[in-house]
């Protein structure tokens, strides 16, 4: 019965392919819609991969990542409130030289590795098609499709927020929907050969500035920036920037050689659930964004993923069908509480970053040096970074 049952997940990005490619080994009929393939382009960025998350994708068959992914060693947290130090405020170590605090992957590459394997599975359908309706049926859902061509599916997934007009239907209900009045840019930057394993999150009176260590040659950039900031009437030029990062970071990347092309995002907190949720799932920004403060996006995406792995697995071994309300209840049940407090928990370090009064900034900065010297702390905060709030 298994076999005969058919997933389809809308959106053929970075975290539709996951879900495909990591569902595919239940080998249930898997469809990947997307209107125009042709047009389908992942923003080049660097992904931030926790150990936990890594291990689990190598396990699932991914093992290539690890070697394509650049090992972060070292953490350390700047509070720049008055003006950029080197100094770190709080450091975050690996125990011993084997170990990783996280990795730092193209998406490009990830998304390229995921999709060759996924045009050699039988039971994955690629489909360029444009969804008409979706509409409920006894057993499952019905979508019609632009063609007229109609398909019955035990449970689908939304995995990207370009077809949100298809969720009206749905009820999409914003638990938290909140603006944080910053823009993101995120670029790279070419420097002269370092020992680069170290990522850097500067929290400047602006916005936080934050540097993943992508090799001994490349480092990305995450800079937040106030709406109201004079930094960004610099930041989108490059020359600007290179003056900026030799004048302040030269210890760190000897020389500025070059800047990548430069994108910008909006930043939000949103958390999203439907109101009507019988056999259809949200993933990835479409249910859940964040600040990037703590490179924390897509590992919450990737612990959704196993969160209905897991279900999935418990359905199998009772017997149960996939995508019927038990099903839904139990992954949301697994899945929302956490996501919740986690989000929660990323907006409340953003506020504790975003107040702008010298005689808090001075607390602040004094509390994380005390935190500094407590191991404990620091060694909890390490492991829910790795595997989430509730482990």
């Given at each position: 019965?298994?076999?005969?049952?058919?997933i389809c997940?809308?959106g053929?990005?970075?975290?539709?392919?996951?879900?495909?490619y990591?569902?595919?080994?239940?080998?249930?009929?898997?469809?990947i819609?997307?209107?125009?393939?042709?047009k389908?382009?992942?923003?080049?960025?660097?992904?931030?991969?926790?150990?936990?998350?890594?291990?689990?994708?190598?396990?699932?068959?991914?093992?290539?990542?690890?070697?394509k992914?650049?090992?972060?060693?070292?953490?350390?947290?700047?509070?720049?409130?008055?003006?950029?130090?080197l100094?770190?405020?709080?450091?975050?170590?690996?125990?011993?030289k084997?170990?990783?605090?996280?990795?730092i992957i193209?998406?490009?590459?990830?998304?390229?590795?995921i999709?060759?394997?996924?045009k050699?599975l039988?039971?994955?359908?690629?489909?360029?098609?444009?969804?008409?309706?979706?509409?409920?049926?006894?057993?499952?859902?019905?979508?019609t499709?632009?063609?007229?061509?109609?398909?019955?599916?035990?449970?689908?997934?939304?995995?990207?927020?370009?077809?949100?007009?298809?969720?009206?239907?749905?009820?999409?209900?914003?638990?938290?929907?909140?603006?944080y009045?910053?823009?993101?840019?995120?670029?790279?930057?070419?420097?002269?050969k370092?020992?680069?394993?170290?990522a850097?999150?500067?929290?400047?009176?602006?916005?936080?500035?934050?540097?993943?260590?992508?090799?001994?040659?490349?480092?990305?950039v995450?800079?937040?920036?106030?709406?109201?900031?004079?930094?960004?009437?610099?930041?989108?030029?490059?020359?600007?920037?290179?003056?900026?990062f030799?004048?302040?970071?030269?210890?760190?990347?000897?020389?500025?050689?070059?800047?990548?092309?430069?994108?910008?995002?909006?930043?939000?907190?949103?958390?999203n659930?439907?109101?009507?949720?019988k056999?259809t799932?949200?993933?990835?920004?479409?249910?859940?964004?964040?600040?990037?403060?703590?490179?924390?996006?897509?590992?919450?995406?990737?612990?959704?993923?196993?969160?209905?792995?897991?279900?999935?697995?418990?359905?199998i071994?009772?017997?149960?069908?996939?995508?019927?309300?038990?099903?839904?209840k139990?992954?949301?049940?697994?899945?929302?509480?956490?996501?919740?407090?986690?989000?929660?928990?990323?907006?409340g370090?953003?506020?504790?970053f975003?107040?702008?009064?010298?005689?808090?900034?001075?607390?602040?900065?004094?509390?994380?040096?005390?935190?500094?010297?407590?191991?404990?702390?620091?060694?909890?905060?390490?492991?829910?970074?790795?595997?989430?709030?509730?482990?």
């Amino acid at each position: 019965m298994l076999n005969s049952q058919k997933i389809c997940i809308i959106g053929s990005g970075l975290t539709g392919l996951t879900i495909a490619y990591l569902l595919s080994k239940f080998r249930l009929q898997i469809d990947i819609v997307e209107q125009d393939f042709n047009k389908k382009k992942i923003n080049p960025t660097k992904i931030a991969l926790s150990k936990s998350s890594l291990d689990e994708l190598c396990r699932y068959g991914l093992k290539d990542i690890k070697k394509k992914s650049n090992i972060i060693k070292n953490i350390y947290l700047h509070d720049s409130y008055s003006s950029i130090s080197l100094k770190q405020d709080l450091h975050f170590s690996v125990s011993n030289k084997k170990e990783a605090l996280a990795y730092i992957i193209d998406s490009n590459t990830l998304f390229s590795d995921i999709y060759k394997k996924l045009k050699s599975l039988k039971n994955i359908n690629f489909l360029n098609k444009e969804i008409s309706s979706i509409n409920d049926g006894k057993f499952f859902k019905e979508i019609t499709f632009k063609d007229l061509i109609k398909k019955n599916y035990n449970l689908i997934i939304f995995a990207s927020a370009n077809n949100l007009s298809l969720l009206s239907k749905f009820k999409l209900r914003k638990v938290v929907d909140k603006s944080y009045n910053e823009d993101a840019y995120v670029f790279n930057l070419f420097h002269e050969k370092i020992s680069n394993n170290s990522a850097r999150q500067f929290f400047l009176k602006d916005g936080p500035l934050a540097f993943l260590p992508v090799s001994s040659t490349e480092t990305s950039v995450i800079w937040s920036i106030k709406n109201n900031s004079i930094n960004k009437k610099y930041v989108s030029n490059k020359k600007y920037l290179s003056k900026f990062f030799n004048n302040h970071f030269k210890e760190l990347f000897k020389e500025i050689i070059s800047i990548s092309e430069i994108n910008k995002f909006n930043l939000n907190y949103s958390f999203n659930e439907l109101k009507d949720s019988k056999r259809t799932l949200l993933f990835g920004e479409i249910a859940n964004k964040i600040h990037p403060i703590a490179g924390q996006g897509w590992n919450m995406t990737l612990r959704n993923i196993f969160s209905l792995i897991k279900v999935i697995k418990y359905s199998i071994n009772l017997g149960l069908e996939i995508g019927n309300d038990i099903f839904i209840k139990k992954y949301l049940d697994e899945t929302n509480l956490n996501n919740l407090a986690f989000a929660t928990l990323i907006d409340g370090i953003r506020k504790i970053f975003d107040i702008r009064i010298d005689s808090y900034a001075a607390i602040r900065k004094n509390t994380l040096s005390n935190l500094d010297k407590n191991f404990f702390i620091k060694k909890n905060f390490i492991n829910i970074a790795n595997k989430g709030l509730f482990i």
